[in-house]
């Protein structure tokens, strides 16, 4: 890993992890550049903060830090008001980039510490009632009822939908293989 990343900064072109990780440490390296960034943009929003890995978590803390000295983003605390996220801890399934259940819930943690809240959304406004029901009876058997490190607690949503006229239904069809990989004519069928 280490050779590949001295011929890749050799040759000069810089891959997405490395963006993330130069940058977080200019950030957390030089004051003055954390100190620019900090007064150039003074709110930040992060969507889909489930997928947030370490790097990203800490640049995100290092702009809004209320202490433009501290270098270790975990004692960092957001400026009031300076950071909002959005995110469904049940959706934290991109292990494999990184990001896991355990960031997110030090950063939530982090965040509340230090003045911020936690707003359950729980209104679905895509779905119909039919689908509701089927995902809540779903998570109810699948997340605890209380979180722990590893698992966010189960959450009821609440449609809001109301469910169509023609008697909504939800169907679970099994798409045929074909040598282990989905029919696709099949499934378009299936669809249709």
Same mark, same amino acid.
């Given at each position: 890993r280490e050779l590949y990343r001295h011929a890749r900064l050799s040759a000069n072109p810089l891959n997405f992890q490395d963006l993330?990780? +130069? #940058?977080? *440490? @200019?950030?957390?390296?030089?004051s003055e550049i954390r100190e620019y960034f900090r007064s150039r943009f003074t709110h930040l929003l992060i969507d889909e903060f489930q997928d947030t890995d370490p790097i990203q978590a800490e640049m995100m803390l290092l +702009?809004? *830090?209320?202490?433009? #000295?501290?270098?270790?983003?975990? &004692?960092?605390?957001? @400026?009031?008001? #300076?950071?909002? @996220? %959005?995110?469904?801890? &049940?959706?934290?399934i991109y292990r494999f980039r990184r990001a896991d259940i355990q960031t997110y819930n030090k950063v939530r943690?982090?965040? %509340?510490?230090g003045c911020g809240r936690v707003v359950p959304l729980t209104a679905n406004f895509r779905s119909s009632e039919s689908v509701i029901r089927f995902v809540n009876s779903s998570f109810a058997a699948t997340f605890p009822a209380v979180a722990d490190e590893f698992s966010p607690a189960n959450r009821e949503l609440d449609a809001v939908r109301p469910a169509p006229a023609d008697g909504d239904t939800i169907?679970? +069809?099994? @798409?045929p293989t074909d040598r282990g990989w989905p029919n696709i004519r099949a499934e378009a069928r299936l669809i249709a």
């Open positions: 993330l990780q +130069l #940058s977080t *440490a @200019v950030l957390r390296d030089r +702009l809004t *830090a209320d202490d433009a #000295s501290e270098t270790e983003w975990q &004692k960092c605390r957001p @400026v009031p008001g #300076s950071l909002f @996220v %959005v995110g469904d801890p &049940k959706q934290s943690d982090i965040i %509340v510490e169907q679970i +069809l099994r @798409v």
